[in-house]
């Protein structure tokens, strides 16, 4: 996982079923909690877009379904509560 600082964005990713938390090192060290509803939260800091698009890829690669992708300020660096200001989100 990239260490949050002022570049970081922290990102909360749902996917439909169950990923066991040792595919956190895969996920860039993205904390992997199973949830009561039977989807998996991925949530940690990437540094950029480029990134992001890596671990979407990664999903992709799995065969597991995207539920959803969300900016989350909670754990990104300080910059992380506007980052449709740096582009990142459009």
């Not at 990102?11 to 956190?24: F, K, N, Q, S």
């Not at 950029?48 to 909670?74: M, N, T």
């Amino acid at each position: 996982m990239t260490s949050p600082g002022p570049a970081s964005i922290g990102y909360t990713l749902r996917v439909a079923g169950r990923l066991e938390p040792h595919w956190a090192t895969w996920f860039d060290g993205f904390t992997v909690t199973g949830e009561s509803d039977g989807t998996t939260t991925l949530r940690g800091s990437v540094a950029d877009q480029a990134q992001l698009h890596g671990l979407l890829a990664k999903i992709r690669d799995l065969g597991v379904a995207l539920v959803s992708v969300e900016a989350d300020p909670a754990v990104g660096g300080p910059d992380a509560a506007a980052p449709a200001q740096r582009g990142l989100l459009a």
